[in-house]
């Protein structure tokens, strides 16, 4: 499965962005899903997931009750719907496939390229 992911931007402390992954080549169906983060200097950290159907999430701390992640297996297209930004959220985010939610958060089997999001305060 191919994935694009899209979305970043600059944006201000407070503000609020949505990140896109749309996927190809396979039916995102097949997938649990997840968003990536990686700030410049830190490894790379995995921000949230989702189970197939949608019906399982996951956040990492930091980032619960800000972002909800969520999927659109019909368009082939998981969303990262990122509120309340803080400086501390600026990386680039990259979309990940994986065949199991153990999977997603150890080794996701296809990842998309990234998308840059830039918080100023």
């Known amino acids: 499965v191919q994935l694009q992911a899209s979305g970043g931007g600059l944006v201000q402390a407070g503000g609020s962005l949505r990140l896109s992954c749309a996927a190809s080549?396979?039916?995102?169906?097949?997938?649990?899903m997840g968003w990536f983060r990686q700030a410049p200097g830190k490894e790379r950290e995995v921000v949230s997931s989702i189970s197939w159907s949608g019906g399982v999430k996951w956040y990492e701390d930091s980032v619960k009750g800000r972002f909800i992640i969520s999927r659109d297996n019909a368009e082939n297209t998981v969303y990262l719907q990122m509120n309340s930004l803080k400086p501390e959220d600026t990386a680039v985010y990259y979309c990940?496939?994986?065949?199991?939610?153990?999977?997603?958060?150890?080794?996701?089997?296809?990842w998309g390229q990234g998308t840059l999001v830039t918080v100023s305060s």
């Open positions: 990940a496939a994986a065949a199991s939610i153990a999977n997603i958060r150890k080794g996701p089997d296809y």
């Open positions: 080549g396979r039916t995102l169906s097949m997938y649990v």
